[in-house]
């Protein structure tokens, strides 16, 4: 099996590997040229650039969540262009938002049948920590071949969820963190809450402070009450922090994770009720807000 996460070291060590892509995937939700705007200052050489809104989705519609699935012929061609052909291609993915976009594109690629992706552990922070080098210089396009179907039993959508949340074998997990599961805050969806039966396993506790990945046995002390269920449904805001649930599910060797794909802002789309809770505003940077 490729490896899933990589050092800083080994990132290093392999710059050259022509059969290495790596892939910035930094963003942030409150300003959306943000990340882009940072990889033009300084990334890691021969870094391509890929947008959580204009790459890694679809055009929000009225139903299906803030950040779609993306077009599959689209989101091959921007693979190809890059370089990237399929099953062949050594993808590396990192940010700067403890892995919640790189996890994005890790399951994304891998929803496409491209296994061979990895997430560059601790991120962007972590290979400047270390002092390896970082550019300005963009990477010309190259020739790839990318044309790949998607696995559509890896995703589910609110009428699945509906049918399957409440049986037994069954687990709902709400990515999001503790105070908009329990409906104390929602600074971005017009209604808090969690869908009914949901259980509530934030995604950033598969990481440490300084966002790196905990280890292979605390990844499966974190899922131990739910390895013997059928499936494991996760959702988040949009998503795609749900994907650094199933990153963890990977880590900790569990396969039975399925995306709910429009997560939160599909499912509350559809509720009568369309009134915005006040939003709880906290002095730290929001990066955690899918």
Same mark, same amino acid.
């Given at each position: 099996?490729?490896?899933? $996460?990589?050092s800083?070291d080994?990132?290093?060590?392999?710059?050259?590997?022509?059969? $290495?892509k790596?892939?910035?995937?930094?963003?942030?939700?409150?300003?959306?040229? $943000?990340?882009?705007?940072?990889?033009?200052?300084?990334h890691?050489?021969?870094? +391509?650039? $890929?947008?959580?809104?204009?790459?890694?989705?679809?055009?929000?519609?009225?139903?299906?969540?803030?950040?779609?699935?993306?077009?599959r012929?689209? +989101?091959?061609?921007?693979?190809?262009?890059?370089?990237?052909?399929?099953?062949?291609?050594?993808?590396?993915?990192?940010?700067?938002?403890?892995?919640?976009?790189?996890?994005?594109?890790?399951?994304?690629?891998?929803?496409?049948?491209?296994?061979?992706?990895?997430?560059?552990?601790?991120?962007?922070?972590?290979?400047?920590? *270390?002092?390896?080098?970082?550019?300005?210089?963009?990477?010309?396009?190259?020739?790839?071949? +990318?044309?790949?179907?998607?696995?559509?039993?890896?995703?589910?959508h609110?009428?699945?969820?509906?049918?399957?949340?409440?049986l037994?074998e069954?687990?709902l997990?709400?990515?999001?963190?503790?105070?908009?599961?329990?409906?104390?805050?929602?600074?971005?969806?017009?209604?808090?809450? *969690?869908?009914?039966?949901a259980?509530?396993?934030?995604?950033?506790?598969?990481?440490?402070?300084?966002?790196?990945?905990?280890?292979?046995?605390?990844?499966?002390?974190?899922?131990?009450?739910?390895?013997?269920?059928?499936?494991?449904?996760?959702?988040?805001?949009?998503?795609?922090?749900?994907?650094?649930?199933?990153?963890?599910? *990977?880590l900790?060797?569990?396969?039975?994770g399925?995306?709910?794909?429009?997560?939160?802002?599909?499912?509350?789309?559809?509720?009568?009720?369309?009134?915005?809770?006040?939003?709880? +505003?906290?002095?730290?940077?929001n990066?955690?807000?899918?």
């Amino acid at each position: 099996m490729t490896q899933s $996460l990589i050092s800083v070291d080994w990132l290093a060590e392999n710059l050259q590997n022509p059969n $290495l892509k790596i892939i910035d995937c930094r963003f942030s939700l409150n300003d959306i040229n $943000l990340g882009r705007q940072q990889y033009e200052k300084n990334h890691i050489l021969g870094a +391509f650039y $890929l947008d959580l809104n204009q790459d890694l989705s679809s055009s929000v519609q009225k139903h299906g969540g803030r950040h779609p699935l993306p077009d599959r012929d689209i +989101f091959c061609q921007k693979l190809a262009q890059i370089g990237i052909t399929l099953n062949e291609t050594f993808v590396i993915a990192y940010d700067d938002n403890f892995s919640a976009f790189a996890s994005r594109l890790w399951w994304l690629l891998r929803y496409f049948g491209h296994e061979k992706v990895a997430i560059l552990n601790g991120g962007y922070s972590a290979w400047k920590t *270390h002092n390896y080098p970082v550019t300005e210089v963009i990477p010309d396009s190259e020739k790839g071949s +990318f044309d790949a179907q998607p696995q559509t039993d890896w995703v589910y959508h609110r009428d699945q969820v509906r049918e399957l949340k409440d049986l037994s074998e069954i687990v709902l997990i709400d990515s999001r963190e503790g105070d908009r599961y329990r409906g104390e805050s929602e600074p971005i969806d017009p209604v808090a809450g *969690h869908i009914p039966g949901a259980i509530n396993l934030p995604w950033k506790t598969s990481l440490d402070e300084k966002a790196y990945f905990k280890t292979s046995e605390d990844q499966q002390k974190r899922w131990l009450d739910y390895e013997d269920k059928k499936e494991i449904i996760v959702y988040c805001g949009s998503g795609v922090t749900a994907c650094v649930n199933l990153f963890s599910l *990977h880590l900790a060797g569990i396969s039975k994770g399925k995306l709910y794909s429009g997560s939160w802002s599909d499912w509350c789309s559809y509720l009568k009720c369309q009134k915005r809770t006040p939003v709880k +505003f906290h002095n730290k940077k929001n990066i955690n807000r899918n």
